[in-house]
């Protein structure tokens, strides 16, 4: 059995050391992002989901779900650790699974495709917020869902605005970032 980390990864045709190190990277962006937006001030306005949109739709769903659930273990560590942390990981693999279906219809460049796509980051705050609400009632065993979910639309508004933004922000930062680290093997 070697240690050498090149003859390990080149077995697997998939996490490749270039991929491993752009999956390190961008979880470190992504956690760094969460962790500098969690302010009380602004409550769920952070750039984690729209880096996670955007990496799915660059690299692809496995990618942005492995780069989800180090990101929320990482982050979680500092901002608290619970059942939670489980719904927050599950929500964010149905966000990327919707957003992998449109993966057909990205492409990187044209103010048009970004606009339509910061819209969608928009939409999956909604999303998110929709999943965490339903896994948490059944969870905590509450006993009227709509005043449950209803309470959490101030926040879910907040998330959906900030995820429009940073979308529309982060992306012509990070794809060239991601297409340079991946010109010859772009996969889903």
């Known amino acids: 059995m070697s240690g050498d980390l090149k003859t390990v990864t080149s077995k697997s ?3 490749t050391v270039n991929r491993i190190t752009l999956i390190a990277v961008l979880t470190a962006f992504v956690t760094v992002g969460r962790l500098i937006f969690a302010l009380p001030i602004l409550p769920n306005i952070q750039p984690m ?3 996670l949109i955007i990496i799915t739709l660059n690299i692809g769903v496995i990618d942005g779900i492995t780069v989800s659930v180090f990101s929320v273990i990482l982050t979680n560590i500092f901002l608290g650790m619970g059942i939670w942390s489980i719904m927050q990981i599950i929500s964010f693999v149905v ?8 993966k057909y ?3 990187y460049g044209g103010l048009r495709n970004r606009i339509i796509f910061s819209i969608w980051a ?3 705050g909604f999303t998110y917020g929709f999943t965490i609400s339903l896994m948490s009632y059944y969870t905590y065993g509450l006993s009227n869902f709509t005043v449950y979910y209803l309470n959490g639309i101030p926040f879910d508004i907040l998330h959906a605005v900030g995820n429009l933004i940073f979308f529309f922000i982060l992306e012509p930062i990070i794809v060239p970032i991601i297409q340079k680290k991946f010109k010859h093997q772009n996969q889903s």
Do not use: S
Request: no cysteine; aromatic share 20%; hydrophobic share 60%.
């Open 13 to 15: 045709r998939y996490f």
């Open 49 to 51: 989901t729209a880096m």
């Open 95 to 102: 966000i990327m699974v919707l957003t992998v279906v449109l």
């Open 105 to 107: 219809f990205y492409k």
């Open 122 to 124: 928009g939409i999956t």
